[in-house]
């Protein structure tokens, strides 16, 4: 069975510029986070679908990042404009989201963002 | 809120030798789940173990056993027979109501 397929790996871009990750989470799981890690750092969730709804947002910072997971499958994740700050690895996971206990949550291999 | 505190930058330990890493936490909820993630120089953060937060006996995959303490609200990890491949970041997870929040992690290495 396949894991959770991010894209791109590996992504430099010039400051202002925008830029977009994308996420195939496991067959069937409802749940899928995005969640940032600095370097250094453990991951902080940025934002969490149940299917295709966001029902927890709060840490995403609204003025430049955005996210859809239209048809509650495939999501994708976008800064706009971005900024120096914004280097960091991008990774997005998933859950089967049915009880409390699916909180165990599988991992893509991440997208390595450098804003120069 | 809920919190997670790896108060262990980093570790080292000897290849055959037992290491173990600390973990503390802190949540309101009365039912939650914490993990053990590994995450190698790939990237992808791999399942060590989890642990019911309702269940007193400690949980155990091959190697790798945890310390579970719920009154004092720690989880510390142990690595029996440590292996070179078993070098990487270890993050301490608590997870409840889906939401999973981290530490900042431990860095181990194992020495040949």
């Known amino acids: 069975e396949a894991g959770v397929v991010q894209s791109p790996r590996y992504k430099i871009i010039e400051k202002k510029q925008p830029v977009a990750f994308w996420c195939n989470p496991i067959?069937?799981?409802?749940?899928l986070y995005w969640y940032r890690q600095n370097l250094g750092q453990g991951p902080e969730l940025l934002i969490r679908y149940e299917n295709e709804e966001a029902v927890d947002d709060s840490q995403l910072p609204k003025d430049r990042f955005s996210a859809e997971r239209l048809k509650g499958v495939d999501s994708t994740l976008k800064i706009q404009p971005a900024e120096l700050g914004d280097s960091a690895v991008y990774l997005c996971?998933?859950?089967?989201?049915?009880?409390?206990?699916?909180?165990?949550?599988?991992f893509g291999q991440g997208t390595r963002l450098t804003v120069v | 809120a809920q919190t997670v505190t790896q108060s262990q930058p980093e570790m080292s330990v000897q290849e055959a030798e037992t290491v173990t890493l600390s973990c503390t936490y802190d949540t309101s909820e009365s039912d939650y789940y914490l993990f053990w993630y590994k995450q190698p120089p790939s990237r992808q953060m791999i399942l060590v173990i989890r642990?019911?937060?309702?269940?007193?006996q400690n949980a155990t995959e091959n190697r790798f056993s945890v310390n579970f303490q719920k009154a004092a609200k720690s989880f510390s990890l142990k690595i029996s027979d440590s292996q070179l491949g078993d070098a990487a970041m270890y993050f301490c997870?608590?997870?409840?109501?889906?939401?999973?929040?981290f530490g900042k992690g431990t860095l181990l290495t194992v020495n040949p």
């Open positions: 642990q019911e937060a309702y269940k007193q």
């Open positions: 997870g608590l997870g409840s109501n889906y939401k999973l929040t």
């Open positions: 996971a998933s859950s089967l989201g049915i009880g409390m206990g699916d909180t165990e949550a599988f």
């Open positions: 067959s069937g799981h409802n749940t």
